[in-house]
């Protein structure tokens, strides 16, 4: 089972200069809320901001990572 702490290093190495904060939601390890703030999302639709945080995950959602919810903001606050 993966770890709150594993997957926010795994977001903070695929989206460089993130600031990630990862909770698992029922401490079984296979549901998880992820908030990522990142300049990168700038210019990006909600949908390819949560894209890219999907991607460093690939087949793993849905499988080990049952559940994956996503919050995504830019630094200057243009939460989404």
Same mark, same amino acid.
């Given at each position: 089972? #993966? /770890?709150?702490? *594993?997957?926010? !290093?795994? @977001? *903070?190495? $695929?989206? #460089?200069? /993130? @600031? &990630?904060? &990862? *909770?698992?939601?029922?401490?079984?390890?296979d549901?998880?809320?992820?908030? &990522?703030?990142?300049?990168?999302? $700038?210019?990006?639709? !909600?949908?390819?901001?949560?894209?890219?945080?999907?991607?460093?995950?690939? $087949?793993? &959602?849905?499988? #080990? @990572?049952?559940?994956? +919810? @996503?919050?995504? +903001?830019? #630094? /200057?606050?243009? $939460?989404?």
């Open positions: 089972m #993966p /770890s709150s702490d *594993e997957l926010k !290093r795994r @977001i *903070e190495t $695929a989206i #460089p200069n /993130s @600031i &990630v904060n &990862v *909770e698992d939601l029922t401490g079984g390890g549901h998880f809320r992820a908030e &990522v703030v990142s300049d990168r999302f $700038a210019g990006l639709s !909600r949908i390819q901001q949560h894209k890219l945080v999907y991607d460093v995950f690939g $087949a793993e &959602v849905g499988g #080990p @990572i049952h559940a994956l +919810s @996503i919050k995504t +903001s830019i #630094p /200057s606050g243009g $939460a989404t």
